[in-house]
């Protein structure tokens, strides 16, 4: 009777360990599968593919992790699709909504294709997305920053040079705490930089140039703790810079470029705490006053452009 059900025992255990297998290779092959029918439904939305790629590459006779520009990973036992980069590939057409079943996918990188239309709000739940770069296609449709609000691991975000409108929402980067990079340059985006721009984040690098932004800079924008590059040219911006600017905060600013806008008021002294300044235009407003001297004290200084104001005196280079 003992041995009756020691054997029924490892019966039950063989059992099992059969139904466990199956069950985790079956679910292995759907998870994958659903990759494979999300990328199907991209390529369907594709209508011009001019090196092939996707027509010649995309082969169903080999899995999704050998198809060109397709990256898998193994997330919690399955494989799945971890990147996507098709960037460069003088592609034609709308960015399929199906793209939202790639749920594991954390890179995404079309730039410099022709995508056009909107951008699918289903993007929005790709929770494990870090990279997007968008940049260069003929995206449109308002600016749909919210779509990325709930990506918590988002650190780049570039949808530069595309068609998209509308204006920045005063909250939409509070939820964004892990962004670094985002590039809306080159787009008709409208309205003013709002005051609680980065609020809580480390954003390092903000470029919205080359747009029709309106009204005065918040001081805020120049006060970020993490700010490195800050690109507004080319907008109808006004206002001053702040007197106590680069106290402290922007001690780690590299990149100043504001020209090209409607600035007025003179460039204060307290510039030459930036100290880490290599590149700044402030050319093509209108500024007036006497060139701050403390100018010439920024030692790592490469490039500077300050015409086209109402400038008066020199540059004086200290060292
Ligand atoms: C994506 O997932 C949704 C919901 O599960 C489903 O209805 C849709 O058919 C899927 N798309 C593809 C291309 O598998
Ligand atoms: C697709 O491209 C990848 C990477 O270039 C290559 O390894 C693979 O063999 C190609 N597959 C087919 C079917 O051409
Ligand atoms: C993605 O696109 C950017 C340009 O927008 C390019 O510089 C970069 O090399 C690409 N990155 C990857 C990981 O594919
Ligand atoms: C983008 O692609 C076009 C052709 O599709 C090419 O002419 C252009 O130089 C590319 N831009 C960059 C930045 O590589
Ligand atoms: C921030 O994320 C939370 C949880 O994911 C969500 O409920 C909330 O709506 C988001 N806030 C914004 C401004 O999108
Ligand atoms: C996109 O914007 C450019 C420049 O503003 C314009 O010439 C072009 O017609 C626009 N294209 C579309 C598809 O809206
Ligand atoms: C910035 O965020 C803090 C707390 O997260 C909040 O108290 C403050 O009002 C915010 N400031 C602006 C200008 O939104
Ligand atoms: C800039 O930051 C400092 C220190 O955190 C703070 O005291 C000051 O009020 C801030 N100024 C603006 C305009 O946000
Ligand atoms: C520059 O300032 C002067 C004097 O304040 C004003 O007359 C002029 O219209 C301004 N120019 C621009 C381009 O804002
Ligand atoms: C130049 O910068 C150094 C280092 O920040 C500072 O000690 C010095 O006083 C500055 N000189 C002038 C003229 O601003």
Redesign the pocket.
């Known amino acids: 009777m003992d041995n009756t059900c020691i054997f029924i025992f490892n019966l039950m255990i063989v059992f099992m360990t059969l139904y466990y297998y199956r069950f985790s290779t079956a679910q292995d092959s759907v998870s994958l599968s659903t990759d494979q029918h999300a990328l199907e439904a991209i390529k369907a939305q594709i209508s011009v593919d001019p090196s092939g790629v996707l027509s010649?590459?995309w082969?169903t006779?080999?899995s999704v992790c050998?198809?060109?520009g397709v990256t898998c990973g193994s997330q919690s036992r399955t494989q799945r699709v971890i990147s996507l980069d098709l960037s460069y590939m003088g592609l034609v057409g709308t960015i399929s909504p199906h793209i939202a079943n790639l749920s594991f996918l954390s890179l995404l990188n079309l730039t410099n294709n022709s995508f056009y239309g909107p951008i699918p709000p289903e993007i929005a739940q790709l929770r494990h997305m870090e990279k997007v770069y968008m940049g260069g296609n003929y995206l449109t449709g308002r600016l749909p920053l919210w779509y990325f609000n709930n990506m918590p691991k988002l650190e780049i975000l570039y949808l530069n040079e595309n068609n998209l409108t509308g204006t920045l929402s005063p909250y939409f980067l509070n939820n964004m705490t892990s962004l670094k990079t985002l590039r809306l340059n080159d787009n008709s985006l409208q309205g003013y930089i709002p005051k609680e721009i980065g609020n809580g984040s480390c954003l390092h690098d903000f470029h919205v140039n080359d747009n029709q932004l309106t009204g005065v800079v918040p001081p805020a924008l120049f006060n970020l703790s993490c700010i490195r590059k800050i690109e507004l040219s080319g907008n109808r911006l006004s206002g001053s810079l702040p007197d106590d600017m680069c106290n402290d905060q922007l001690g780690k600013l590299r990149l100043l470029f504001i020209s090209h806008n409607a600035f007025t008021g003179p460039i204060p002294s307290s510039i030459n705490k930036c100290q880490q300044l290599r590149y700044m235009s402030m050319s093509f407003n209108n500024f007036s006053g006497i060139i701050p001297r403390e100018i010439g004290n920024l030692t790592l200084l490469k490039e500077l452009y300050l015409g086209d104001n109402d400038l008066q005196g020199m540059v004086y280079k200290l060292i």
């Open positions: 010649k590459n082969s006779k080999t050998n198809w060109k």
